[in-house]
């Protein structure tokens, strides 16, 4: 079945650690997408790549970084430099970037820092 | 800026109809709906582009007013998995644009 997989589901750190979430998709899509979610928030950009080896910043891309050296991974390292790092992590990816495709979410990461 | 989604939660009863409203203050390309159940991914609804005609599947449609920078979606009859929370992301201006995501409506269908 193709789809995007998140690993872990879960996570737990203290502060000052910098953290990875994994993103892998089989869908072969060109572009993926990082977002933030917050309780009761809608969904904030985060980062976002068109295709291997370039990405862009989003909204909020502060203390977070990424690569693409894959087409299928787009892995979200969260530093010790974002201020307020727990939240719901969702990556995405959609056949090419931009509004006009449809996005295929993960299941998300829950990231929770203390 | 991000568009604006009304209201902000409502409940209704089985066989109910709602309609969420999704509003924006720049001008629009495409409108997305998305839904999400709690602590899970949001799951795609439909596409609404510039231009192109109202969208719908079953008893879940949208249109898309150009003029008022607005999308709506209907939700009819409603059924108890219509629950959860509905998210317009909006591209603004031209294709190609990244979405921006409203702060979603809180739907819940009772029995």
Redesign the interface.
Same mark, same amino acid.
């Given at each position: 079945d193709g789809g995007i997989t998140q690993s872990p589901k879960y996570l737990f750190r203290k502060e000052g650690q910098n953290v990875t979430l994994s993103c892998e998709q089989n869908l072969n899509h060109d572009a993926m997408y990082w977002y933030r979610q917050d309780p009761g928030q809608g969904l904030r950009l985060i980062y976002y790549s068109q295709i291997v080896n370039d990405f862009q910043k989003g909204d909020i891309a502060e203390g977070y970084s990424v690569s693409r050296e894959k087409k299928e991974s787009f892995p979200l390292t969260v530093t010790s430099a974002q201020k307020n790092p727990t939240a719901f992590y969702l990556c995405a990816s959609s056949r090419l970037a931009g509004g006009t495709y449809e996005q295929y979410f993960g299941p998300g990461t829950r990231l929770t820092v203390t | 800026q991000?568009p604006v989604q009304s209201p902000q939660a409502v409940i209704l009863r089985e066989g109910e109809d709602a309609v969420i409203n999704c509003s924006s203050s720049k001008a629009l390309?495409?409108v997305?709906w998305?839904r999400q159940k709690h +602590?899970?991914?949001?799951?795609?609804l439909m596409?609404l $582009?510039k231009g192109g005609e109202q969208k719908g599947h079953d008893k879940i449609s949208a249109s898309f007013n150009e003029k008022k920078q607005q999308s709506s979606l209907y939700l009819t009859a409603s059924q108890l998995s219509y629950s959860g929370t509905y998210?317009c +992301?909006?591209?603004f201006d031209n294709?190609?644009?990244? $979405?921006?995501? +409203?702060? +979603?409506t809180r739907l819940m269908v009772k029995p």
């Open positions: - | 991000q390309y495409s997305h998305y +602590g899970e991914a949001p799951v795609f596409i $582009l998210f +992301g909006t591209e294709a190609g644009n990244m $979405l921006t995501f +409203g702060g +979603g």
